[in-house]
Nanobody, 124 residues
Framework: QVQLVESGGRLVQSGGSLRLSCTAS????????MGWFRQAPGKEREFAAG???????????DYADSVKGRFTISRDNAKNTVYLQMNSLKPEDTAVYYC??????????????WGQGTQVTVSS
């Protein structure tokens, strides 16, 4: 029903910035909750950031403590795209980043569809 394609992952120096993009296919993108999860080597996949549909054209954002204040999630519904702006990157941010979508209003607890992932590597 929904196909997600991420892009933007690359090597970046510690303290640098990077923006990831995720473009979705499917109907009614504006009413889907979207988010980003990440999986570092040797660790389980974890929630990073979400932007949840709250009805009408209202959205709420949600961030993991580890990225709060450094990462910003946003969406452009006209382009069926969600972004993750990452600033002040640290080596511990190194991970495969996955885009996710959900028809439920809480992406953090109910991700349903997943992208293929994009590698982000932060050097020290």
């Amino acid at each position: 029903q929904v196909q997600l394609v991420e892009s933007g992952g690359r090597l970046v120096q510690s303290g640098g910035s990077l923006r990831l993009s995720c473009t979705a296919s499917g109907r009614a993108f504006s009413s889907w909750s979207m988010g980003w999860f990440r999986q570092a080597p040797g660790k389980e996949r974890e929630f990073a950031a979400g932007i949840n549909w709250a009805g009408s054209s209202i959205y709420s954002t949600d961030y993991a403590d580890s990225v709060k204040g450094r990462f910003t999630i946003s969406r452009d519904n006209a382009k069926n795209t969600v972004y993750l702006q990452m600033n002040s990157l640290k080596p511990e941010d190194t991970a495969v980043y996955y885009c996710a979508a959900s028809s439920i209003r809480n992406i953090r607890s109910s991700p349903t569809y997943w992208g293929q992932g994009t590698q982000v590597t932060v050097s020290s």
